[in-house]
């Protein structure tokens, strides 16, 4: 599958930023991004992007930012440094990857939560 063959350092990166509490209508505009994306399995967001990193990037940001939002998760408490970021995004990156090979047809934001949790030891 495409999708799993691509390395997403820029979607990863999300896990290096800090997610800090957001006043309720930051949140409501996040939720509002992230709904019309979260539809997408492992296997349709591939189908749909043929290709376009970018496209996938950004979907997953959302779906990432609104897992780390739900879970009052602020990155800064897990990794400070940049070595620590980057671990962080190779094992997200690794979650991800495995979670979408084990079942294509999952939705793409449980196995993006799933990865959130793995790789945060949660």
Sequence with gaps: MRFLRLRMPVCAAILAAPCVAMADDAADQMVQDALPVMHYTCASIAEEAD???????????????????????????????????????????????????????ALLGGVVDNAVKSTLGL
């Design 51 to 105: 290709g376009d990193e970018a496209f996938v990037v950004t979907v997953v940001e959302k779906m990432t930012a609104l897992s780390l939002y739900n879970r009052q998760i602020n990155i800064e408490d897990h990794a400070t440094t940049d070595e620590e970021k980057a671990q962080l995004r190779e094992a997200f990156i690794g979650a991800l990857s495995e979670g979408c090979a084990a079942d294509k047809d």
